[in-house]
């Protein structure tokens, strides 16, 4: 998230030098590879480069690619092939075995579809959305490489694609994508030939909350920051000291316990660590976060303290249902051993990572299946086609 603040901040900097801006996409990846599709790098015609594709081995050649390649502008492919022995001879050294395609687009501040122009927009309003663009094309298929679909969360879509049936087609299938959570490579089967798309789903950076302002919240702060989150700090002893012991933060709220309910916005974006040291203060805040719809809680603690803490919300009429515990990380934090606050918080900001992708925090040595799940091509014919 951080990389794709640091791009889109670029961009918008670079705009008023103007110079060439141009955009790397992976856009597929198959086998083992560095970045997966999504993973993007802002190059300028003078050679300034902002994010990263690979490990750092494909970079200066996609940049070649920008002047050599594109004398007209339109957008190509690049396909990095390293399962094959030539890679030595190629002069990659990948030191991987995958093959990755590789999107470059030049990029236009008043194209309406620009990519990081949408980006911005999700992030900016907390909101989801789909980029679906157009990587390859065969036969008579009236569709150019780059075409995009852009779907909002509101269903509001924006296209440059003219043919209606893979417009129809298209849509569905990334209002599927919304609606499942996941990016998808699909490749759509007309009667004049055939088109590959890549579905990417468009997520805002996690919320994080943080409940407590002691000086072992701020690595943990720190930490979410370095990954590219939102960070909310929420002091209910109401301290001034607060605001600059948190200057990185995104915002810093001085309540009391009494009125909290009243002073955060939560919502499935939003993730939380209750750090305060106060049990009646831990009380109140889990009597709010709890029933919300929240996608990960965490709370500093032993298991008798956590014990206790359900024992009376159970008193104050907050049934806690099995889901709502399921959510609820105490004592908080992945076993790495982890005694000092930059260690303790690197353990809270690696559970939360575990959870939102949905794995276990084991060693990746253990893993028996793939590392990052890949995207499966569906092909999916069109029925009735009358394109051109």
Same mark, same amino acid.
Request: charged letters at 20%.
């Given at each position: 998230?951080?990389?794709?603040?640091?791009i889109?901040?670029? %961009?918008?900097?670079?705009q008023?030098?103007?110079e060439?801006?141009?955009l790397?996409?992976?856009?597929?990846?198959?086998?083992?590879?560095?970045?997966?599709?999504?993973?993007?790098?802002?190059?300028?015609?003078?050679?300034?480069?902002?994010?990263?594709i690979?490990?750092?081995?494909l970079?200066n050649?996609? %940049?070649?690619?920008?002047?050599?390649?594109?004398?007209?502008?339109?957008?190509?492919?690049?396909?990095?092939?390293?399962?094959a022995?030539?890679?030595?001879?190629?002069g990659?050294?990948?030191?991987c075995n995958g093959v990755?395609?590789?999107?470059?687009?030049l990029?236009?501040?008043?194209n309406?579809?620009?990519?990081?122009?949408f980006i911005?927009?999700?992030?900016?309003?907390?909101?989801?959305?789909?980029?679906?663009?157009v990587?390859?094309v065969?036969?008579?298929?009236?569709?150019k490489?780059?075409?995009r679909?852009?779907?909002?969360?509101?269903?509001?879509?924006?296209?440059?694609?003219?043919?209606?049936?893979l417009t129809a087609a298209?849509?569905?299938?990334?209002?599927a994508?919304?609606?499942?959570?996941?990016?998808?490579f699909?490749?759509?089967?007309?009667?004049?030939g055939?088109v590959d798309?890549?579905?990417?789903?468009?997520?805002?950076?996690?919320?994080?909350i943080? %409940?407590g302002?002691?000086r072992?919240?701020v690595?943990?702060?720190e %930490?979410?920051?370095?990954?590219?989150?939102?960070?909310?700090i929420?002091d209910?002893?109401?301290?001034?000291?607060?605001?600059?012991?948190?200057?990185?933060?995104?915002?810093?709220?001085?309540?009391?316990?009494?009125?909290l309910?009243k002073?955060?916005?939560?919502?499935?974006n939003?993730?939380?660590?209750?750090?305060?040291?106060?049990?009646?203060?831990?009380?109140?805040?889990?009597?709010?976060l709890?029933?919300?719809?929240i996608?990960y809680?965490?709370?500093?603690g032993?298991?008798?303290?956590?014990?206790?803490?359900?024992?009376?919300?159970?008193?104050?009429?907050?049934?806690c249902?099995?889901?709502q515990?399921?959510?609820?990380?105490?004592?908080?934090?992945?076993?790495?051993?982890?005694d000092t606050p930059e260690a303790?918080?690197?353990?809270i900001?690696?559970? #939360?990572?575990?959870?939102l992708a949905?794995r276990?925090?084991?060693?990746?040595?253990h893993?028996?299946?793939? #590392?990052?799940?890949r995207?499966?091509?569906?092909?999916?014919?069109?029925?009735?086609?009358k394109?051109?």
């Amino acid at each position: 998230m951080k990389e794709l603040n640091n791009i889109i901040a670029a %961009f918008a900097k670079i705009q008023h030098n103007n110079e060439q801006v141009f955009l790397a996409t992976v856009v597929n990846a198959q086998g083992s590879t560095y970045r997966q599709p999504g993973a993007r790098m802002l190059i300028t015609s003078s050679g300034k480069m902002v994010g990263t594709i690979s490990g750092g081995c494909l970079e200066n050649d996609v %940049f070649e690619h920008t002047r050599v390649s594109m004398p007209d502008g339109k957008p190509i492919v690049i396909t990095y092939d390293t399962t094959a022995d030539e890679d030595i001879i190629w002069g990659f050294g990948l030191g991987c075995n995958g093959v990755v395609n590789v999107f470059i687009e030049l990029l236009n501040q008043d194209n309406p579809l620009n990519p990081l122009a949408f980006i911005h927009q999700c992030f900016y309003n907390q909101q989801q959305g789909i980029i679906a663009t157009v990587i390859a094309v065969e036969g008579r298929v009236n569709v150019k490489v780059g075409a995009r679909l852009i779907l909002q969360s509101n269903n509001t879509v924006n296209t440059d694609i003219k043919d209606e049936y893979l417009t129809a087609a298209l849509l569905k299938d990334a209002q599927a994508a919304l609606e499942n959570q996941h990016s998808s490579f699909h490749q759509y089967q007309l009667a004049v030939g055939k088109v590959d798309i890549f579905i990417e789903l468009i997520k805002p950076p996690p919320h994080l909350i943080i %409940f407590g302002a002691g000086r072992d919240s701020v690595p943990v702060a720190e %930490f979410a920051k370095a990954l590219g989150w939102r960070v909310t700090i929420v002091d209910c002893r109401g301290s001034e000291v607060t605001q600059e012991r948190f200057i990185m933060a995104d915002q810093v709220i001085l309540t009391r316990r009494e009125i909290l309910d009243k002073q955060i916005c939560i919502d499935d974006n939003t993730i939380a660590v209750v750090m305060t040291h106060n049990y009646l203060d831990d009380l109140e805040i889990l009597k709010v976060l709890i029933p919300a719809a929240i996608s990960y809680l965490g709370c500093l603690g032993s298991k008798q303290r956590t014990a206790r803490l359900l024992q009376d919300l159970r008193a104050a009429g907050v049934e806690c249902t099995p889901i709502q515990l399921q959510k609820l990380h105490t004592p908080v934090g992945i076993d790495i051993g982890a005694d000092t606050p930059e260690a303790i918080a690197l353990s809270i900001i690696a559970e #939360i990572q575990a959870v939102l992708a949905n794995r276990g925090g084991g060693f990746l040595k253990h893993r028996m299946e793939p #590392i990052h799940k890949r995207n499966q091509v569906n092909k999916i014919p069109i029925k009735n086609y009358k394109g051109c």
